[in-house]
């Protein structure tokens, strides 16, 4: 079976960094953590997506990294109402950046359409502030 990606708005967010730190501090002191986005809507290509999809971030307006989709979870609302936790391995890994328009909730993001992965990048090496990475992808540096 093919897979499916998702993309979604990482709001509150400045950088991949911020991200990253957010997440270890939602994490802090549970060696079986693992990052989850609770979402309203439950995603009706579930199968494809734990077969090998990734969650897309969009900060600032730029795709500039992906987690990968482990496992959909159910959680139940003090409201009571049924959501669908998206459960994600730990690692982030940088995607070339892609400008992506403001749009509510999350999408599907087809393989052919998802940006590729970046290098490793090695220690020293600053990341690229995400306007600078925009404006470089609007052009076709990036």
């Known amino acids: 079976m093919s897979h499916i990606n998702l993309v979604k708005l990482c709001v509150g967010c400045d950088s991949v960094e911020d991200l990253a730190d957010w997440q270890q501090r939602r994490g802090a002191g549970d060696p079986d ?31 500039l990294a992906r987690q990968r989709i482990l496992r959909l979870d159910e959680v139940i ?42 290098p490793q990048t090695r220690e020293g090496d600053d990341a690229l502030p995400p306007e600078l990475s925009s404006k470089l992808a609007e052009i076709g540096i990036l």
């Open 33 to 63: 953590w693992l990052p989850r986005h609770v979402t309203r809507m439950w995603p009706k290509r579930e199968a494809e997506l734990v077969a090998g999809g990734s969650l897309y971030w969009v900060i600032k307006g730029v795709i």
């Open 77 to 118: 609302g003090e409201d009571g109402i049924r959501r669908c936790g998206i459960v994600m391995e730990r690692a982030l890994h940088r995607t070339q950046a892609a400008p992506r328009r403001a749009f509510q909730g999350w999408r599907y993001l087809k393989p052919d359409d998802a940006p590729p992965d970046l």
